[in-house]
């Protein structure tokens, strides 16, 4: 992130007050004063201000809209992973990812280095929802909105908690699907109790937190302070539904 952003954020400053410290030669990085508001500060810096070190950050959450072909992983020998899209910027951090998302998925992929706080969003018992846009290879019926909202029992037998599969508008190949658990392809195995192929997944929000529409596929950016508490809302943040 930007060095005044950084130097905002540390000390609980404004932008201009941060810029001004910087301008005045009062923070260093790496040992040398830094007057340039914009240097680009990663994770393997060492700021210091007034005299005093900054504390880095004790952990990090950051919001990836996952490409297609990635895969939710740390690493793997194959194929590029979601931590290998941002590791260059956080040498020194063990991050994974929250959550995971199919190969063929894309969308919102949180990635931290903080377990006990990505093991509570993820619990089933918390509730925190992740929400999908959803492309079919046949039509959304009654039928599977009612049965998800039940609990699908998925065809090895297993019973789910209960779900929404919304229409979309206009786009009867289309549904926005609501969980709150994680079981492996769980969408895919759940149309397919239904005889429905899923050709997209995309997801759209986790807990309170919608994915930033600005983010290209493969972009990335560290959430902010009111962000990370959104993500442990159960559902939707009031806000224009997008995607
Ligand atoms: N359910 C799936 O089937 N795949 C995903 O990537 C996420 C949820």
Same mark, same amino acid.
């Given at each position: 992130?930007?060095?005044?952003?950084?130097?905002?954020?540390?000390?609980?400053?404004?932008?201009?007050?941060?810029?001004?410290?910087?301008?005045?030669?009062?923070?260093?990085?790496?040992?040398?004063?830094?007057?340039?508001?914009?240097?680009?500060?990663?994770?393997?810096?060492?700021?210091?201000?007034?005299?005093?070190?900054?504390?880095?950050?004790?952990?990090?959450?950051?919001?990836?809209?996952?490409?297609?072909?990635?895969?939710?992983?740390?690493?793997?020998?194959?194929?590029?992973?979601?931590?290998?899209?941002?590791?260059?910027?956080?040498?020194?951090?063990?991050?994974?990812?929250?959550?995971?998302?199919?190969?063929?998925?894309?969308?919102?992929?949180?990635?931290?280095?903080?377990?006990?706080?990505?093991?509570?969003?993820?619990?089933?018992?918390?509730?925190?929802?992740?929400?999908?846009?959803?492309?079919?290879?046949?039509?959304?019926?009654?039928?599977?909105?009612?049965?998800?909202?039940?609990?699908?029992? +998925? @065809?090895? =037998?297993?019973?789910?908690?209960?779900?929404? !599969? $919304?229409?979309?508008?206009? %786009?009867?190949?289309? #549904?926005?699907?609501?969980?709150?658990?994680?079981?492996?392809?769980?969408?895919?195995?759940?149309?397919?109790?239904?005889?429905?192929?899923?050709?997209?997944?995309?997801?759209?929000?986790?807990?309170?937190?919608?994915?930033?529409?600005? +983010? @290209?596929? =493969?972009?990335?950016?560290?959430?902010?302070? !009111? $962000?990370?508490?959104?993500? %442990?809302?159960?559902? #939707?943040?009031?806000?224009?539904?997008?995607?």
């Amino acid at each position: 992130m930007r060095l005044d952003k950084y130097i905002s954020d540390a000390l609980q400053l404004s932008r201009a007050q941060a810029r001004q410290r910087i301008a005045k030669g009062t923070v260093s990085v790496n040992g040398q004063v830094c007057r340039q508001a914009d240097r680009q500060i990663t994770d393997a810096d060492t700021v210091q201000a007034g005299g005093g070190q900054l504390d880095r950050q004790q952990f990090v959450y950051i919001m990836l809209n996952k490409p297609q072909g990635v895969v939710s992983a740390s690493t793997d020998r194959r194929d590029t992973t979601v931590v290998d899209l941002v590791a260059g910027e956080f040498p020194r951090r063990q991050l994974f990812p929250a959550g995971r998302l199919d190969k063929t998925s894309t969308g919102f992929v949180l990635l931290t280095d903080d377990g006990a706080f990505a093991h509570r969003i993820l619990s089933p018992r918390r509730h925190v929802e992740k929400e999908y846009l959803v492309t079919l290879d046949t039509p959304l019926t009654p039928e599977m909105c009612q049965g998800f909202a039940q609990g699908v029992t +998925l @065809a090895d =037998g297993q019973k789910l908690a209960p779900a929404r !599969a $919304e229409p979309v508008e206009g %786009e009867p190949l289309q #549904a926005r699907v609501t969980l709150t658990q994680g079981v492996y392809h769980q969408i895919k195995r759940m149309f397919g109790v239904y005889g429905a192929g899923v050709d997209g997944l995309h997801r759209l929000r986790m807990g309170g937190l919608w994915l930033d529409d600005s +983010l @290209a596929p =493969g972009a990335w950016r560290q959430l902010s302070a !009111a $962000e990370f508490a959104l993500l %442990e809302e159960k559902g #939707a943040a009031e806000r224009v539904k997008k995607g």
